[in-house]
Nanobody, 119 residues
């Protein structure tokens, strides 16, 4: 059973930085695309960033381009999201996800970590 555990969330003032981490329980997801999603209160969950192992490609939502950086440490089975120049609108629960299915859904999800950015 694949488990994903996020950490690193917290409260920060606007303009500050946080680094989120996602630890996987198995190397089985090493070949999978991994991603960060977020969901703010009253809003739909949105894809923040994704990293493909196969192509090496990274993608970012327009709202975070230039501020957030996704990275992977395969040996440590970890996924990271470095978030700089945080804005109040970045406040959300952030989720780690892994392995896109044939229906274009992510198969495995973490429990989420809260990020709160204050003005």
């Amino acid at each position: 059973q694949v488990q994903l555990v996020e950490s690193g969330g917290g409260s920060v003032q606007a303009g500050g930085s946080l680094q989120l981490s996602c630890a996987a329980s198995t190397y089985a997801i090493s070949a999978c695309t991994m991603a960060w999603f977020r969901q703010a209160p009253g809003k739909e969950r949105e894809l923040v960033s994704a990293a493909s192992t196969v192509s090496g490609a990274e993608s970012y939502a327009d709202s975070v381009k230039g501020r957030f950086t996704i990275s992977r440490n395969h040996a440590m089975k970890k996924l990271y999201l470095q978030m700089n120049s945080l804005r109040t609108e970045d406040t959300a629960v952030y989720y780690c996800a892994a392995c896109v299915t044939s229906q274009a859904h992510y198969q495995y999800w973490g429990q989420g970590t809260q990020v709160t950015v204050s003005a």
